[in-house]
C-alpha cells in the first residue's frame, strides 16, 4: 500500500493506492503549510487524517507540502512521519515538486502553480533547477488567490472599490474592518481567508473594476514571473485549483504577453496518483 498526500495552505487531499484502493477516492483535510502555520497545527492535522483513514500502515508515503524553504525543515517531517505511519519509505517534497511532476511528469518544462499562493520553476524532468521566488502572501504570490484577496481588501478598507461589489462583499463576509485586520494578522490562516475572496470576485468579473483586478493580478504574475523562463522555448505547465477555475483568463493575458501555455492541472493529485503507480 501507497499513501500519497498533496496538500496546500487550504485543504490536503490524501490517496490510497494498493489492496482494495484505487487511489481514486478523495479524502479531504485541512491544509498544511510548514512556513505559515505552526508545526504542532500540520502535526495535529495528519494525525486526525490518519485516524480517519484508519490509521493505514503504508510501505510508502509520499507527501507533498507547502512552504518547504529549507532542508531542515523537510528533515524534520521524516522522522515524525515515520512515527505516524510506520512507512519504511517517505519522500516528503515542496508542493512545487507535485506540481512538476504533475504537468510534466518526467520531461522537462515550466511549470507555474496558482492556487492560494503561486510559485514557479523550470523542472528538467527529475529536479527544478531554476526558480523565481514567490515570497509568499506578503511579499509575493502574484496570481495566487491570496494576492487577489489582498488587492481587493486594499481597495475596500480605503472606500476604493464601486459600491455594488462593496455591497456584495458586506453581504458574503465580516466586512468590518476589525474582522478584516483580525483574520488578515491574527489569525489562524491568513493565505487561506484572503484566498477565500477570489470566489467572490470571480464570480463578478464582469464587472470593470473585478475585471481590471483579476486581469491585474495574473498580469503580474506572467511578467514578474513566467518571463523570467525561457518562454520561447517551453509551454507553461499550470497547477492548481484557481489557476483551473481562471485558465481561460490565463490563456488570453499569456497570449497576450508573448507566453505559450500548456496543460492545465486541477488536481495534481490525480496525475500524481498515476506518477506513483507506474
Known amino acids: 500500500m501507497r499513501l500519497v498526500v498533496e496538500a496546500g495552505a487550504t485543504k490536503s487531499d490524501w490517496r490510497i493506492i494498493g489492496g482494495a484502493f484505487s487511489g481514486e477516492e478523495r479524502h479531504l483535510f485541512p491544509g498544511i503549510n510548514v ?3 505552526p508545526m504542532a497545527r500540520n502535526i495535529e492535522t495528519v494525525e486526525t487524517a490518519l485516524r480517519a483513514l484508519g490509521n493505514p500502515r ?16 523537510k528533515r524534520s517531517l521524516v522522522p515524525v512521519l515515520q512515527e505516524l505511519t510506520g512507512a519504511e519509505e517517505i519522500e516528503v517534497r ?9 504537468v510534466c511528469g518526467r520531461e522537462p518544462g515550466i511549470v507555474a502553480i496558482l492556487g492560494t499562493g503561486s510559485n514557479t520553476c523550470f523542472w528538467d524532468g527529475t529536479e527544478a533547477v531554476s526558480k523565481v521566488r514567490s515570497g509568499g502572501f506578503i511579499i509575493g504570490d502574484e496570481g495566487g488567490g491570496a494576492a487577489l484577496g489582498k488587492l481587493f481588501l486594499a481597495d ?46 470571480l464570480a463578478r468579473y464582469e464587472d470593470p473594476y473585478v475585471k481590471s483586478l483579476v486581469d491585474g493580478n495574473f498580469r503580474a504574475f506572467v511578467q514578474r514571473s513566467l518571463k523570467r523562463y525561457e518562454t520561447d522555448k517551453y509551454p507553461v505547465g499550470i497547477a492548481g485549483g484557481f ?13 497576450e504577453e508573448g507566453v ?18 507506474l
Open 35 to 37: 512556513s505559515s502555520m
Open 58 to 73: 503504508p510501505e510508502s508515503l509520499f507527501m507533498y507540502v507547502a512552504g518547504i524553504v529549507t532542508e531542515d525543515v
Open 94 to 102: 515542496d508542493d512545487m515538486v507535485a506540481a512538476a511532476r504533475a
Open 156 to 201: 475596500f478598507i480605503k472606500d476604493l472599490v464601486p459600491e455594488p461589489v462593496a455591497a456584495g462583499f458586506a453581504e458574503n463576509f465580516d466586512a468590518s474592518y476589525e474582522a478584516i485586520v483580525r483574520n488578515v494578522y491574527r489569525g489562524p490562516a491568513p493565505s487561506g481567508y484572503l484566498g477565500g475572496i477570489a470566489p467572490f470576485l
Open 243 to 255: 489557476g483551473w477555475a481562471c485558465r481561460d483568463i490565463i490563456k488570453r493575458i499569456c497570449m
Open 260 to 277: 505559450s501555455v500548456g496543460c492545465f492541472e486541477s488536481e495534481p493529485v490525480n496525475a500524481l496518483v498515476k506518477y506513483h503507480s
